[in-house]
């Protein structure tokens, strides 16, 4: 089985910073790339930030210049920096992995809430 497990979401302030981290674990072979999407009430699913085996980093224009995606210092970690937070950022984020011969996995996600 795979699980990945998310961290650090919370309560902030508009303007403020949160980190979020996202662990993987169980039969992994490789991660082909991983990344975070954000669900907010009524609305659907979106991509916020996603990181490619090979660096490459992809962003939700409502992010640039905000939000960063690196991996962890652990391995199958990816990490997600937040700054300059917005009301309307707020959600409940989810880690996706797209692992090798596994197919996408999904983590339990995290609630941000950014209050104005």
């Known amino acids: 089985q795979v699980q990945l497990v998310e961290s650090g979401g919370g309560l902030v302030q508009a303007g403020g910073s949160l980190t979020l981290s996202c662990a993987a674990s169980g039969r992994i072979f490789g991660i082909n790339d991983m990344g975070w999407y954000r669900q907010a009430p009524g609305k659907q699913r979106e991509l916020v930030a996603r990181l490619t085996s090979g660096g490459d980093e992809y962003y939700a224009d409502s992010v640039k210049g905000r939000f960063t995606i690196s991996r962890g210092n652990a391995r199958n970690t990816v990490n997600l920096q937040m700054n300059s937070l917005k009301p309307e950022d707020t959600a409940v984020y989810y880690c996706?992995?797209?692992?090798?011969?596994?197919?996408?996995?999904w983590g339990q996600g995290t609630q941000v809430t950014v209050s104005s």
């Open positions: 996706n992995a797209n692992l090798t011969w596994r197919g996408d996995f």
